[in-house]
């Protein structure tokens, strides 16, 4: 089941990153005026998935995560189709806006799974296990999509992702997960941010997901830019970083010992570090390569650790909390994007760098405080 989990979010993490590398291909298919416009449905796409996580990730807590994902995977396996056989530009907009409406509801529920299915003591590897999914997605997603459109067209792409989707969506009808206790109350985004200590965590998923979106989204920019290097050449960072994020599994056990609360305060501590380290090689391709790994790792125990805080704090509305941490999450791909690019204009790519070390200052922080406060009134430490 979890071997499951993982490939769900590797084939959904890919169709929200393979749109990029072949926006040239599909703006010249559909008539486009240029890859611009093709990314407008990647917007929608994204903005699909934040009020979806908000609005319908809660349906998990009635129905059940099981039942949620199978529902979600219909959605976008919709989405998708009509992204395959788009006639025009609007139609495919709508194809990824419909398949953004599906991730939001397919993730919280995943990462519910994750949750339900871990053994005791065991629940931060359980989800790192999945998490690597993302590693998938980016590492195989990316690359491979970029040779089926040269070899079969942009559509191949979208007609691939479906194909291994409706495989997984087989399965899961045909899996049995626990049993489900329905939520004694319903559940909604106002419930969620009622639960105790959620905000705190909120906050924790932000400064990571702002920090890392922050300079991921303008490695491209400055490696044309400053750099000189063409576009294929960020392949090689991408795929650094993805080793290093599914690397990271070897530490997974250590966060079940050290809890979310010290694990927080370690990593966003060595992130504000590494930041800085960063920073001083930010003109050097050759080491830049060799940062996006320990930086993958990093960034894969900050996030195992930030969605494992949220599935402790309340299991009855584990769907609604999970919700909230993608609709935070996914907007910080827009805030980040708005907030750092009169950094990135101001001194390029090492100023965006500094911010992300001060947004992991701030985490290591709200850790810091937690944790003491957890220690004054004797609650275990999440």
């Known amino acids: 089941m979890i071997i499951l989990l993982m490939l769900s979010i590797g084939l959904i993490g890919a169709n929200s990153l393979v749109l990029s590398p072949i926006a040239a291909e599909v703006a010249l298919g559909l008539g486009a005026s240029g890859p611009a416009d093709v990314m407008t ?5 994204g903005a699909g998935v934040a009020i979806s996580a908000l609005l319908l990730a809660p349906r998990a807590d009635r129905i059940g995560p099981h039942k949620a994902l199978v529902q979600a995977l219909v959605l976008l396996l919709a989405g998708l189709g009509l992204s395959t056989l788009a006639p025009t530009l609007l139609v495919l907009t709508a194809g990824q806006a419909l398949a953004g409406i599906a991730v939001g ?11 339900i299915i871990a053994e005791p003591g065991k629940e931060a590897r359980t989800i790192g296990f999945v998490l690597t999914g993302w590693t998938v997605s980016m590492v195989g997603g990316v690359t491979l999509s970029a040779y089926i459109a040269d070899f079969f067209g942009w559509r191949a792409v979208f007609a691939t992702l479906a194909l291994g989707l409706l495989a997984i969506f087989a399965v899961l009808r045909a899996t049995t997960f626990p049993a489900h206790t329905p939520a004694a109350n319903p559940t909604s985004p106002i419930s969620g941010l009622r639960v105790p200590g959620i905000l705190p965590a909120l906050f924790s998923v932000a400064a990571l997901g702002t920090g890392f979106y922050g300079i991921y989204n303008y490695l491209g920019a400055h490696l044309t830019e400053h750099l000189s290097r063409p576009v294929s050449d960020a392949g090689w960072l991408t795929l650094s970083y993805g080793l290093g994020f599914g690397a990271a599994m070897l530490f997974d056990p250590w ?3 050290a809890g979310p609360r010290r694990g927080l305060l370690a990593v966003f501590s060595a992130l504000a570090a590494y930041y800085t380290l960063m920073s001083g090689w930010v003109h ?6 060799a940062l996006m790994f ?3 790792v990093l960034q894969h125990l900050g996030l195992n650790l930030t969605v494992s805080r ?6 009855s509305q584990r769907g609604a909390v999970m919700g909230l941490n993608s609709c935070v999450m996914y907007l910080s791909v827009f805030g980040a994007t708005v907030l750092f690019r009169p950094l990135y204009e101001i001194d390029g790519l090492t100023l965006c760098i500094l911010a992300s070390a001060g947004l992991a200052v701030l985490g290591a922080s709200e850790a810091l405080i937690a944790r003491l406060k957890a220690k004054r009134t004797l609650e275990p430490s999440l």
């Open 284 to 289: 050097d391709y050759t080491a830049l390569i």
């Open 105 to 115: 509801m397919a993730l919280p529920a995943i990462y519910s799974l994750a949750a």
């Open 255 to 257: 966060l079940d010992r």
């Open 294 to 296: 320990g930086w993958g």
């Open 310 to 315: 949220l599935s402790m704090l309340d299991p």
């Open 41 to 45: 449905a990647a917007a929608l796409y």
